[in-house]
Every structure is written in C-alpha cells, then in structure tokens.
C-alpha cells in the first residue's frame, strides 16, 4: 500500500513569514497526527485528528499555529507567523485499526 | 513533554555485537511501542509490546517490559550497519496518543 505522503520535503522561510505543510494519508487510516521533532529530540505531538474531527491539541501553539482535515483525508498545519525556534522537521503519521502509527518521510523547515 | 527516557542516548558497538537500549516512563500505559528514525526511511515502527505482556520478540529484536519499574528494554542481537539508527520508545497511555522519548542514537561500526 502506498505510504503517507508529505509535501514539502524542504521549506526555508524568513521569521515571521507564514508556511503551509500538506499530508495525505494513507486510504483508509481514520486518525492522522502532526508532530513536530526538533533535532536531537523525539517527536511531540502538536494535534491529532479522527475523521476530520479534532480529538487532542493542547500542544499545539494556537495563537500561530492552525491545522485542519479536509473531508476527513488530507491535512494541512499552517504556521504563521513562523519563528526562529519553529525551525524543526514536521511529521505527519496516520493510523488504521492497529495500534502503531506510520509516519510520512517529514517537512525540514528552516526559520532565518 | 517527553514521558519516556532512553538510555544511553548514544551507543557505539561492534558489528555483530548486541545492542540494548533501555526506557523509563512515568505514568500508566497501554502499550509501549519502539520507533527506528534513520534518514533514509524517516520514522518506522518495530514493536509494540502490551500493559500485560513482559517480553516479546520480532526477529533480532527483544523487547522487555516492567511495569512496576516503569522501563522497557529495546535488545538488537547479531547487529548489522544498516541498525544503525536513532531507536524511539514511545507509551501509549490512551486515546490513541503517543508520547516519545528523547531516543538513543546507535552506531554500528563495520
């Protein structure tokens, strides 16, 4: 089957410009994720949809971050106004009925 | 915030050598699952192992867990270079949602 996809794989912008990433799901995976992974750390999840319906962003920084699920299948997660400390590689992972979650290949996003 | 710590956070074996990773949680879990990130293949799941469960095993891979101690232990046996990777575990403490630790970073040396 085919795998999660994400676009851009690469995204350099200027602070306090506004950045738009996508990811489309695999078919059929009901509950898709978004997290962001800065280097050295593990991923931390910023929101987390079920259908097109959000069921967790307490972690997700509101007043310049906003996500939506269009039609319960791709996903969209907007910064704007970005900043330097948003420089960080944003992940998009789905998940079926099982319980593991699998991952797109990322957005490397550089804030100058 | 982080729920799981891995230790060591850098690892430097032999090939052929084996390799163990070791994670501490701080709260109740479903289930703890082991995540490889390398820059290849970016992030891929390896094992899940249940709240009920003590060990489990998928091919080279052996995962331990104890509750009581809330820790887990990731053993790679038999290591090759292409193991060489950053090694995640991450708790599942319901609702689906996963909280990853900081990773352990493991080198393979031919």
């Known amino acids: 089957e085919a795998g999660v996809a994400q676009s851009p794989r690469y995204k350099i912008i200027e602070k306090r410009q506004s950045v738009a990433f996508w990811c489309n799901p695999i078919?059929?995976?009901?509950?898709l994720y978004w997290y962001q992974q800065i280097l050295g750390q593990g991923p931390k999840l910023l929101i987390q949809f079920q259908n097109n319906g959000v069921v967790d962003d307490s972690q997700l920084p509101k007043d310049r971050f906003s996500a939506e699920r269009l039609k319960g299948v791709d996903s969209t997660l907007k910064i704007q106004p970005a900043k330097l400390e948003d420089s960080a590689v944003y992940l998009c992972?789905?998940?079926?009925?099982?319980?593991?979650?699998?991952f797109g290949p990322g957005t490397r996003l550089t804030v100058t | 915030s982080q729920q799981g710590e891995e230790d060591p956070q850098a690892l430097s074996i032999q090939e052929g050598e084996n390799a163990t990773m070791n994670c501490s949680y701080k709260t109740s879990i479903n289930n703890l699952q082991w995540y490889r990130q390398n820059s290849g293949r970016g992030l891929v799941h390896l094992i899940l192992?249940?709240?009920?469960?003590r060990e489990k095993h998928s091919g080279r891979l052996r995962v331990t867990l104890d509750t009581s101690k809330k820790s887990s232990s990731l053993l790679i046996t038999a290591s090759r270079a292409a193991d060489t990777a950053s090694y995640f575990c991450?708790?599942?403490?319901?609702?689906?949602?996963?909280?990853f630790g900081q990773g352990t970073r493991l080198t393979i040396n031919p």
């Open positions: 991450a708790t599942n403490q319901g609702a689906q949602k996963l909280v």
């Open positions: 992972a789905t998940r079926g009925r099982s319980y593991e979650q699998y």
């Open positions: 078919s059929g995976h009901a509950t």
């Open positions: 192992i249940r709240s009920n469960e």
